[in-house]
């Protein structure tokens, strides 16, 4: 089957901009995960859906950052008013089942969007 | 909060065994996971360790030993493309901020 795809690969806006990031899980599971990753470090959380809902969004830097999820399926990561320091590689990975149960601890990552702000 | 730490870098050579280590601070603990990651690539899933002891999957092992906040991956029989870098990743049982904190990684080289 289908693993978790994104789009855009790649990303190069101008400071100030507005991006957004999609993300289509596999097709049934029910946990969503965003993270970013700079280069030589490993990912960071940002965002975590359980369904339609936000279960966790503490990880999001700040106010310029914001996902949605409406369906429980796609979601879209949105970064308002970009900086520099946003240049990354986003992350998004999927997995059967919520991380408190037997099904959630095995996370599907999708090939990732690379931001750039130039 | 939770903190991990790893080597940055381990280099071995083909057919040898390696074993990255991994350390954790952590306010709650579900388990700990492996994911490795090739240059370019997304990480995928190896191994999950969420009681004491060792998990063998084919060439790889991890083990956990939750007493002393330490676990590692065991790589048997290297091969080239083994050459990756090496995350290990612990899942809190506190919902806010610590689903899933990843270490920085190891860089494993595999020389021929």
């Known amino acids: 089957g289908a693993g978790v795809s994104q789009t855009p690969s790649n990303k190069v806006t101008e400071k100030g901009k507005y991006v957004e990031l999609r993300c289509d899980p596999i097709?049934?599971?029910?946990?969503l995960y965003w993270y970013r990753q700079s280069l030589g470090q490993g990912p960071e959380f940002l965002i975590y859906?359980?369904?339609?809902?936000?279960?966790?969004d503490s990880g999001l830097p700040n106010d310029r950052f914001f996902a949605v999820r409406p369906e429980g399926s796609v979601s879209t990561l949105k970064i308002q008013r970009t900086e520099r320091g946003d240049s990354a590689v986003y992350l998004c990975?999927?997995?059967?089942?919520?991380?408190?149960?037997?099904?959630?601890?095995?996370?599907?990552f999708g090939p990732g969007t690379r931001l750039t702000v130039l | 909060g939770q903190s991990l730490e790893q080597p940055s870098e381990v280099t071995a050579v083909e057919g040898a065994i390696v074993q990255i280590n991994c350390t954790y601070q952590t306010s709650g603990f579900y388990g700990l996971s492996w994911y490795q990651q090739h240059d370019g690539g997304a990480p995928t899933f190896l191994s999950y360790n969420a009681l004491d002891g060792l998990e063998e999957t084919g060439r790889f092992s991890s083990f956990l030993s939750r007493s002393d906040s330490y676990g590692y991956l065991l790589l048997q029989e290297l091969q080239m493309k083994d050459s990756a870098s090496y995350f290990c990743a612990v899942r809190g049982t506190d919902n806010y901020g610590q689903n899933f904190v990843f270490g920085p990684g190891t860089r494993l080289s595999v020389l021929p």
């Open positions: 097709s049934g599971h029910t946990a």
């Open positions: 859906f359980q369904g339609t809902g936000a279960a966790d």
């Open positions: 990975a999927s997995s059967l089942g919520a991380p408190g149960g037997p099904l959630g601890y095995e996370q599907f």
